[in-house]
T-cell receptor
């Protein structure tokens, strides 16, 4: 069983479109994250949710809107896609936000988004 | 701002030992983690140091010196499968903020 799964694995779309990426974890974790990894492999936190509540919203354009219907799911919706949004998006989860339980994060396989 | 510095590339041969350093300047510090990422794969957790000293997990060890804002990952008995990118990551808040990652070190192991 996959611990953290994401769909789709690949997403190719045109500028201006709206797209969503879904993430699910079956680990029973309380905390989920979205990270963006650019072409230089720089991994940057975008959002963090704890028990369906938004905890962190880094300086991300408001075209990006996360939604957590329950603590096992965290989806990412992107409006009006731009070329610069092309990247790999990783979902991750950790047991909780507590330091002792959040340093170990479990990552999904990633969604490679290409905007043309 | 937050910054974590790692070498961009390291090369080594099978069976060797390699050390990947990480120095950090962050607004807070609650521990240093290390992650491995193979090309096309997801980052996977390797180790964590909250306190000064050495943590050993099989062929991999991680060290932390909080007074020097410095840590390293030591990989012993290198194997070809260890060729990957290695990221150090700092937890800067006790609760709330996720991990801040370094830019990664690409390790190439040759035979």
């Amino acid at each position: 069983d996959t611990a953290v799964s994401q769909t789709p694995k690949y997403l190719v779309t045109q500028m201006g479109n709206d797209k969503s990426i879904k993430c699910e974890q079956n680990l029973g974790h309380d905390t989920m994250y979205w990270y963006k990894q650019d072409s230089k492999k720089f991994l940057k936190i975008m959002f963090s949710y704890n028990n369906k509540e938004l905890i962190i919203n880094e300086t991300v354009p408001n075209r990006f809107s996360p939604k957590s219907p329950d603590k096992a799911h965290l989806n990412l919706h992107i409006n009006s896609l731009e070329l610069g949004d092309s990247a790999v998006y990783f979902c991750a989860s950790s047991l909780s936000l507590r330091t002792s339980e959040s340093y170990e994060q479990y990552f999904g396989p990633g969604t490679r988004l290409t905007v043309t | 701002g937050q910054s974590l510095e790692q070498p961009s590339e390291v090369t080594a041969v099978e069976g060797a030992i390699v050390q990947i350093n990480c120095t950090y300047q962050t607004s807070g510090f609650y521990g240093l983690s290390w992650y491995q990422q193979h090309d096309g794969g997801a980052p996977t957790f390797l180790s964590y140091n909250a306190l000064d000293g050495l943590e050993e997990t099989g062929r991999f060890s991680s060290f932390l010196s909080r007074s020097d804002s410095y840590g390293y990952l030591l990989l012993q008995e290198l194997q070809m499968k260890d060729s990957a990118s290695y990221f150090c990551a700092v937890k800067v808040n006790q609760a709330g903020t996720a991990l801040i990652f370094g830019k990664g070190t690409t390790l190439s192991v040759s035979s």
